[in-house]
């Protein structure tokens, strides 16, 4: 056998017996993005810095700096990077749901629909799909793009028929495209007929108890009406909400539970969203 022959054999066999170099990274990447969905922060950090020094530019080891990042502008640059550098990565849907988080915490709705559509229209598996289109919707009123947010709408329904949505009380879905009001039909039973929800809605105030290990609580009140009101705030850009009463002192106290959060970490990522969108400051709580 040549040494030319003999070389290739001798490196295709070194690959069969420890792996291929990528997809050691791949499992490292993912056990990495185990350790942060875990809370598990510092190896986390011990692992991301033996990660970086081997594969600096790897978009799976980017967009786990991305996750950990306590500055948002510097997070955002990395997710920016993996979706115009790295766009048949496996990390371009977590990067479009963070970095429309962002845009829409900083107030530039425009930026923000367009981000949450495309991860509705190409990533529909995604596990925050729900939360995507609520914030989508809510971004496209707040940038005044009312033909865009009934198209979305259209598209959306077609594409999730047995999805229910929270959408915002102000959108008529008469002027959905396709979804023309029927004669003799009121705008109540048009509404009520469509696969979706009214954000506010006695269904969301009535929520089922968390089944997750985390909620955030975002405020104790004396008066229900307080809690109720600082509810919707939260509510009105697509997070849920679950008014406790708690006893203290001989009173009553409305505690402000939000979302259901398999863990610290994920519950974190929303209590820094809520502080930059609505100024409510929050802490996760331990449930179950």
């Given at each position: ?6 070389a290739?054999a001798l490196?295709?066999l070194?690959?069969?017996i420890?792996?291929?170099?990528v ?5 490292d990447v993912?056990?990495?993005?185990a350790?942060i969905?875990?809370g598990?922060?510092?190896s ?5 810095t ?6 600096p530019?790897n978009p799976g080891v980017?967009y786990a700096?991305?996750v ?7 997070a955002?640059?990395?997710?920016k990077?993996?979706?115009r550098n ?8 977590g990067?479009?749901?963070?970095l429309g988080?962002?845009y829409?915490?900083q107030?530039l709705?425009?930026q923000?629909r367009?981000l ?7 990533h529909?598996?995604?596990p925050?799909?729900v939360?995507?289109?609520?914030l989508?919707?809510r971004a496209?009123?707040?940038a005044r793009?009312m033909?865009?947010v ?6 959306i ?9 929270d ?10 495209p396709g979804?023309?009001?029927q004669?003799?039909q009121?705008g109540a ?5 469509a ?8 269904n969301t105030?009535?929520a089922?108890e968390?089944q ?5 609580q ?8 307080n809690?109720r009101?600082?509810a919707?705030?939260?509510e009105?850009?697509?997070?849920s909400t679950t008014i ?5 002192n ?6 402000i ?7 610290r ?6 209590a820094d969203?809520l502080e930059?969108?609505l ?7 331990a449930?179950n």
């Amino acid at each position: 056998m040549g040494k030319p022959k003999l070389a290739k054999a001798l490196l295709l066999l070194v690959i069969l017996i420890i792996g291929s170099p990528v997809s050691i990274l791949g499992q490292d990447v993912d056990g990495l993005l185990a350790l942060i969905q875990e809370g598990q922060i510092d190896s986390a950090e011990v692992l991301l810095t033996k990660l970086s020094f081997k594969y600096p530019g790897n978009p799976g080891v980017r967009y786990a700096r991305a996750v950990m990042q306590t500055d948002a502008l510097v997070a955002a640059g990395l997710f920016k990077d993996i979706l115009r550098n790295h766009k048949s990565s496996p990390y371009v849907a977590g990067s479009l749901m963070y970095l429309g988080e962002y845009y829409y915490a900083q107030g530039l709705y425009a930026q923000s629909r367009e981000l949450f559509m495309q991860l509705i229209r190409n990533h529909s598996d995604h596990p925050n799909i729900v939360n995507a289109v609520n914030l989508s919707l809510r971004a496209g009123i707040a940038a005044r793009q009312m033909d865009g947010v009934y198209s979305d709408l259209a598209y959306i329904i077609e594409k999730f028929p047995d999805t229910a949505f929270d959408i915002p009380e102000e959108l008529d879905l008469t002027r959905i495209p396709g979804r023309s009001r029927q004669a003799g039909q009121s705008g109540a039973e048009t509404r009520s007929s469509a696969p979706l929800r009214a954000l506010g809605s006695e269904n969301t105030r009535s929520a089922p108890e968390p089944q997750g290990k985390y909620v955030l609580q975002a405020g104790a009140f004396g008066n229900y009406d307080n809690a109720r009101r600082m509810a919707d705030q939260i509510e009105s850009i697509g997070y849920s909400t679950t008014i406790k009463e708690r006893p203290s002192n001989r009173k009553t106290l409305y505690l402000i539970w939000v979302g259901d959060y398999a863990t610290r970490t994920a519950a974190m990522s929303v209590a820094d969203m809520l502080e930059a969108a609505l100024g409510i400051q929050s802490f996760p709580v331990a449930i179950n």
